[in-house]
């Protein structure tokens, strides 16, 4: 199965600033990539804090905004960093999408990261008939209070 990697036509030329903050996103999303699972999940879960949960348009923008701006995101090999640096992108501007890294369903077995947001992956669709999900960080959600 393929999956779509790249921005569609018409976007516009980003600013200045969008283009350093989504740079910056890369940048952090780079450092992260190598850290052992148990650890990552666990610095993206701090992460997350505060944030409100991500709608598929923003999550889908940001996604849109890293592939724009580095050609290496596009690469099939590059899902982790990918996931990562469109994650902290939706944390930048105060929301958070659903981390999710898994395996393929069917041998040959590989391992895959991608972001989901109103219950569906952003950017690839048809992910969830071929990987399953083994790792997590959905935005949390918060409790009203309890009224006594």
């Not at 910056?24 to 944030?51: D, E, F, M, N, Y």
């Not at 999710?100 to 950017?123: N, Y």
Request: with cysteine.
């Amino acid at each position: 199965m393929t999956f779509e990697m790249s921005v569609r036509r018409g976007s516009r030329d980003p600013s200045l600033r969008r283009r350093v903050v989504t740079r910056v996103a890369i940048t952090i999303a780079h450092l992260l990539r190598p850290l052992p699972p148990a650890l990552l999940t666990r610095v993206l879960g701090v992460l997350r804090r505060g944030a409100r949960t991500a709608t598929y348009a923003e999550a889908e923008a940001a996604r849109n905004r890293v592939l724009s701006a580095s050609l290496g995101m596009n690469a099939l090999k590059a899902c982790l960093q990918r996931s990562l640096a469109v994650t902290i992108l939706c944390r930048m501007s105060g929301a958070w999408p659903t981390w999710c890294a898994g395996v393929r369903k069917t041998p040959p077995f590989t391992a895959h990261a991608w972001i989901e947001a109103e219950g569906r992956s952003v950017g690839e669709p048809g992910v969830s008939e071929v990987y399953v999900c083994m790792l997590r960080v959905a935005p949390l959600v918060r409790q009203p209070p309890l009224l006594m």
